[in-house]
Nanobody
């Protein structure tokens, strides 16, 4: 069983930055691939970024490439999402997710564990 808790969301002006964190409980964190997803009001949850269990490979959705960075610290059981040059269209609830397998994945169904989410609001 893996429990996830996101933090770091908030209200920021366009062009600003936020660092989201996701703390994981459980002994298997270092073998879990991790992902970040987001869901805006009235829209489906969408993939943002993924990182392999060892942190050597990452994947981003096109709209955040060059602006967001996913990373992890297995010693701290934590995964991060550094968000820079934020835009109003980045406004959403951001969710951290963990999958039993160690490889990258972009579908919500590929992840077995989810956090409660953290709100990111970008004002214009």
């Amino acid at each position: 069983q893996v429990q996830l808790a996101e933090s770091g969301g908030g209200l920021v002006q366009a062009g600003g930055s936020l660092r989201l964190s996701c703390a994981a409980s459980g002994r298997t964190f270092s073998s879990n691939a991790m992902g970040w997803f987001r869901q805006a009001p009235g829209k489906e949850r969408e993939f943002v970024a993924s990182i392999t269990d060892n942190g050597r490979s990452v994947l981003y959705t096109d709209s955040v490439k060059g602006r967001f960075t996913i990373s992890r610290d297995n010693a701290k059981n934590t995964v991060y999402l550094q968000t820079n040059t934020l835009k109003p269209e980045d406004t959403a609830v951001y969710y951290c997710a963990a999958r039993v397998a160690g490889g990258l994945a972009v579908r919500t169904n590929d992840y077995e564990y989810w956090g409660q989410g953290t709100q990111v609001t970008v004002s214009s």
